[in-house]
């Protein structure tokens, strides 16, 4: 059984331009999460994707988007960067069973900084 | 909106101390709540989790937490921690709406266990 993977594992962009990143489910897993982690906090969310479609979305701006291919794996694109979008990416999976509760395992995150 | 609180943003111990780590998240409903934790440079990794049931559940490596519903808690707890325990520890809640899990993080704990 294989983790979560997240491509790549830091990137570098200036402020204006776009970026994609990437992850790739735990084996079996239908839901994937996306998170973002400032320094010296906590992760936030800001999506989350299940069956291909966005199922939830947190208090991010519309140039925060998302995909999940039938697969299962994922992409967090973000448009017209800011200084501010400088942080540590997560992606978590999970298994979303009708009436349980799933718990969701996190990648290594993506670390983006933006000049 | 539901919010997590973890009180100690930084600990020191010294080995075979013990340690209890606050986590209180506000939210009136239904909950599930986890600990997750993040070696340093490794990825978040769940240490445990309370979904129903027993209010004291235990997780990997000797950690345990207690649910208690009327104060809004879920203390994070270990009788002997060891210098392999220095890490951070992010409590989490998923307010449990039958729409998936997203959940919300508070700011984590840095743990340092000196020998």
């Known amino acids: 059984e294989t983790g979560v993977t997240q491509s790549p594992t830091h990137l570098i962009k200036t402020r204006g331009q776009q970026v994609t990143l990437r992850c790739s489910s735990q084996?079996?897993?239908?839901?994937v999460s996306w998170y973002q982690q400032a320094l010296g906090q906590g992760p936030q969310f800001i999506f989350q994707y299940y069956r291909e479609e966005e199922n939830g979305r947190g208090n991010f701006p519309p140039r925060f988007s998302g995909l999940q291919f039938p697969n299962y794996s994922s992409e967090l694109n973000v448009n017209a960067l800011e200084l501010d979008d400088s942080a540590l990416y997560l992606c978590?999976?999970?298994?979303?069973?009708?009436?349980?509760?799933?718990?969701?395992?996190f990648g290594p995150g993506t670390r983006l900084t933006v000049l | 909106a539901q919010s997590v609180s973890q009180h100690n943003h930084h600990v020191i111990l010294s080995e075979a101390a013990s340690l209890e780590l606050g986590c209180n998240y506000s939210?009136?409903?239904?909950?599930?709540l986890f600990w997750y934790v993040q070696y340093p440079g490794q990825h978040l990794q769940l240490l445990l989790k309370y979904f129903s049931g027993d209010p004291l559940v235990k997780g990997i490596k000797g950690f345990e937490a207690e649910f208690i519903k009327s104060k809004f808690s879920f203390n994070l707890r270990k009788p002997s921690v060891q210098w392999s325990d220095t890490a951070e520890y992010f409590c989490a809640v998923n307010a449990r709406t039958g729409g998936g899990n997203k959940l919300t993080f508070g700011t984590g704990t840095q743990l340092k266990v000196e020998l």
């Open positions: 084996s079996g897993h239908n839901t």
């Open positions: 978590a999976s999970s298994l979303r069973a009708s009436g349980a509760a799933d718990t969701q395992y």
């Open positions: 939210y009136g409903g239904t909950v599930n």
